[in-house]
T-cell receptor, first 113, second 115 residues
């Protein structure tokens, strides 16, 4: 089955700096890669996703890049703000058949004011 | 905006007791997932339903866990008997019936503590 590894486990940045979280996956058949943000005690919320036919996707301060050959994808947050502080999870799945997501272990991002 | 509903939000039980969790997906979402999230880890799939049918329960500890979605709408996850290692957040998620877009919408979860 799919295995997703995520690094780093914790990340502390100053407000305004950029943050990068990296994930690798094992199943070359995976073609859908979402990122979820989970604030303390709240549900995971989708913040951005990318499909394997695209190498990069951007939404305001958030971007995701995908390298299919190397089987890794990354989340980039620019101009970080204190409200970006949360746990971020990457995930991978095969889009067809409504397969379940395989999640990474999470990155706790702390943005220092 | 429609959301996935779960209850209870918190449950404290003693080991060997039975517990049950309920999930109501977003209306019209045919696919429903139960995930378990141990503190400090990512969610892991327990069971997936398509309408009322189980399509993946390979990671469900069937000696103590059961799940059902009798009418293809809401779902119940049961643990009997609960063990200390079952302490975790139980998340329900759903996704629409049509389209290949795999966005899953999560409920608020049920935090289970087994004493």
């Amino acid at each position: 089955g799919e295995n997703v590894e995520q690094h780093p486990s914790t990340l502390s940045v100053q407000e305004g700096d950029s943050a990068v979280i990296k994930c690798t996956y094992s199943d070359s058949a995976s073609n859908y890669f979402p990122w979820y943000k989970q604030e303390l005690g709240k549900r995971p919320q989708l913040i951005i996703d990318i499909r394997s036919n695209v190498g990069e996707k951007k939404d305001q301060r958030i971007a995701v890049t995908l390298n299919k050959t190397a089987k890794h994808f990354s989340l980039h947050i620019t101009e970080t703000q204190p409200e970006d502080s949360a746990v971020y999870f990457c995930a991978a799945s095969i889009d067809t058949g409504r397969r379940a997501l395989t999640f990474g272990s999470g990155t706790r991002l702390q943005v220092q004011p | 905006e429609a959301e996935v509903a779960q209850s209870p939000r918190y449950k404290i039980t003693e080991k060997s007791q039975a517990v049950a969790f309920w999930c109501d997906p977003i209306s019209g979402h045919a696919t429903l997932y139960w995930y378990r999230q141990i503190l400090g880890q990512g969610p892991e799939l327990l069971v997936q339903f398509q309408d009322e049918s189980v399509v993946d329960d390979s990671q469900l500890p069937k000696d103590r866990f059961s799940a059902e979605r009798l009418k293809g709408v809401d779902s119940t996850l049961k643990i009997q008997p609960a063990e200390l290692g079952d302490s975790a957040m139980y998340l329900c998620a759903s996704r629409p019936a049509t389209g290949s877009y795999n966005e899953q919408f999560f409920g608020p979860g049920t935090r289970l503590t087994v004493l």
